[in-house]
């Protein structure tokens, strides 16, 4: 093949993907996104008005998206979707999830989403020590993590049923 076919065939390639990113985010095409919660912002004046529970499900939402964001620089290979970003991201999802299950006190899935949380913060402890061992981080980073994941092992000590 010359420079030419090939670049032609990188090129529309990149739109297809464009493309198929474009409709995937689109409302009711089965994103990855679950909207449970209204679809308004945090910036909306009249958020005060909304229950505890709609928010901590717009909270859920909003980490839903900064996960997918992050899987799609993975999948891309673009160096913004990294593991141990990743597994943090997914991480914090859990952690949200943990306050709308306290919230609602639903003890199952309090206890799923503290056992999804420890595993998410494990993966990120195990990248950031592989990053650190490429002189990619510090060892202030690997030991925040390590922390995180000692927290999170705590509260799901604290949590589990007896």
């Not at 493309?19 to 679809?39: E, K, W």
């Not at 909003?62 to 799609?72: G, K, N, P």
């Not at 999948?75 to 952690?95: F, H, K, Q, T």
């Not at 002189?135 to 993590?145: C, G, I, L, Q, R």
């Amino acid at each position: 093949m010359n420079k030419t076919t090939l670049l032609v065939a990188c090129i529309l390639f990149l739109c297809g993907g464009l493309l198929a990113l474009h409709l995937a985010a689109q409302p009711g095409s089965g994103s990855m996104i679950v909207n449970n919660a209204p679809t308004s912002s945090a910036l909306d004046p009249n958020v005060m008005e909304r229950s505890e529970k709609e928010l901590l499900e717009q909270k859920i939402v909003v980490h839903q998206r900064i996960v997918l964001q992050l899987q799609t620089y993975a999948d891309a290979g673009d160096r913004r979707g990294n593991a141990a970003r990743l597994a943090e991201a997914r991480a914090n999802l859990a952690a949200a999830e943990i306050e709308l299950y306290r919230h609602t006190g639903e003890q199952d899935k309090l206890h799923a989403a503290l056992i999804t949380r420890v595993a998410h913060l494990n993966e990120n402890l195990r990248a950031t020590i592989v990053a650190f061992n490429m002189n990619a981080t510090t060892m202030e980073v690997v030991s925040e993590a390590e922390l995180q994941l000692l927290d999170a092992l705590l509260e799901q000590k604290r949590v589990a049923p007896r």
